[in-house]
């Protein structure tokens, strides 16, 4: 997201750009967003980062805007809590383009039997059923309305996956969502 506060005197124009890992769902207030103290910080005009920061909470816009991770593939994060060779969560990183992860797949190289894989908040997905052997994915990525399945048509975990180790899929993805339609997109700030 390109995130700026509404606070001309403390923030800049240009605002930030963040990547989101998940949403705050809070009904205690209307929080949007929880950012980290240097995002927050980079929203503010020079020489005010610190005045900004102490205030901890400001109104914001924001607007969706493509991730760019040059040189990176689509990786998967095996997560610590992972026990092979069937209890597997991962978590995605460098996802590019202006998508959502909706839905996930797992299975031994070479097998057309997939097992899904559940969410469990923002990036991270797992299954208790996953196969032994080498691993690949395929991943479901929607940009607006349309979905499409992605997948690494090779090995993407080896037989002896470790915990904490990162793999890259060979996949890169680029697409860019319309945030309602074309052309009714003005690419406004909400």
Request: charged share 25%.
């Amino acid at each position: 997201l390109q995130v700026r506060c509404k606070d001309k005197k403390l923030c800049s124009g240009a605002g930030a750009r963040v990547v989101v890992t998940d949403r705050a769902r809070m009904k205690t207030n209307r929080t949007d967003l929880v950012l980290s103290s240097p995002a927050f910080a980079a929203m503010a005009r020079p020489g005010m980062a610190a005045r900004l920061t102490k205030l901890r909470a400001v109104d914001v816009e924001y607007k969706r805007v493509p991730c760019e991770y040059r040189g990176k593939n689509l990786s998967v994060r095996v997560e610590e809590r992972s026990r092979a060779p069937s209890e597997l969560a991962v978590r995605f990183l460098y996802q590019g383009g202006q998508t959502d992860i909706v839905a996930v797949d797992v299975a031994k190289v070479g097998s057309s039997s997939w097992k899904f894989m559940t969410r469990e908040h923002g990036p991270a997905w797992s299954t208790r059923q996953a196969p032994a052997g080498p691993l690949q994915f395929r991943v479901v990525v929607t940009g607006g309305y349309d979905g499409k399945w992605v997948w690494a048509d090779r090995e993407v975990l080896p037989s002896r996956w470790r915990a904490g180790e990162v793999y890259d899929t060979g996949v890169q993805i680029t697409d860019v969502a319309q945030e309602g339609c074309f052309p009714c997109d003005t690419q406004e700030w909400r």
